[in-house]
Each structure stands twice: as structure tokens, then as C-alpha cells.
């Protein structure tokens, strides 16, 4: 089974917020998610919104465990942060689907679309020197 995961723009987190100050039950819980997405077709979807390849590797999982055990000793010692832990890998090994039905239906929480908010994510972090320029009509 491929890892999975819940994606939600930034700005639709923001205004749940808002929304469950306003409109929220007292005592209730709101999941802030939108769109649960197979890994591999999310790297996918990037890719093809950032006008890269995208990655054809997958790591086994025992490796991939492995690996974030060896970070999180490295960062130990050099103080600096691991490129990825252990856990990280085991969450993202076990995946993250949820049901957020509950805050659209009772807050009325946005849902902007993954494809546009992958391409904002991406102009964001462009335009703010984390990611190169790249040349290409898609953008």
C-alpha cells in the first residue's frame, strides 16, 4: 500500500479557524483537512504543476526507517535538524486519510482545489528563494 495523506491549503486552514470561533459548537471537534491523496500521485501532481520530474524512487520502507534513525543520530550529535526521523517515517508509512465532512458541512470551511493549492505553494516558495526558477509554460 502507498503511503497517503490529508493536503489543505494554508489560507483554508486559516479561515476554519475563524470559522470554528464563529460558527463552532462549544465542546466539538473540527478535522481542518481537505483532500486525502495517495502519496506517489501527489509527488505526481506537483511535479507536473512545478514543471519537474518527479521522483522515480521508492525507498523500502525498512531502508527508509533505517535512514531516519541514522538523521536523528546525526542531528544529535551535529545539533542540527534531521532530514527526516524515524517517526516521521512511520506516520508516513501508516498514512493520514481523514473525513473533515463534519467542518464543511457544520462550518461551511473552504476547499480549494489541490492542483491550485500545489501551484501556490509553489509560487510561494519560489518567489521566496526556496525553490529555482524554472522556465516553462505551466507556470
Request: proline letters at 6%.
Amino acid at each position: 500500500m502507498d503511503a497517503r495523506t490529508n493536503i489543505i491549503d494554508v489560507d483554508d486552514v486559516a479561515r476554519g479557524e475563524i470559522l470554528a470561533a464563529q460558527k463552532g459548537r462549544i465542546g466539538e471537534r473540527y478535522i481542518l483537512g481537505n483532500t486525502n491523496v495517495n502519496i506517489p500521485e501527489f509527488y505526481r501532481l506537483i511535479a507536473e504543476i512545478a514543471g519537474v520530474k518527479a521522483p522515480r524512487i521508492k525507498v523500502p520502507y525498512p531502508l527508509a526507517l533505517l535512514a531516519g534513525h541514522i538523521f536523528t543520530t546525526q542531528a544529535a550529535i551535529t545539533g542540527k535538524q534531521p532530514f527526516v526521523t524515524a517517526g516521521e517515517v512511520k506516520i508516513g508509512h501508516r498514512g493520514e486519510w481523514y473525513d473533515c465532512s463534519k467542518a464543511f458541512n457544520e462550518l461551511g470551511m473552504p476547499r480549494t482545489p489541490l492542483p491550485e493549492t500545489i501551484k501556490k505553494a509553489i509560487t510561494w516558495f519560489r518567489e521566496n528563494g526556496y525553490l529555482p526558477q524554472v522556465n516553462s509554460e505551466k507556470n
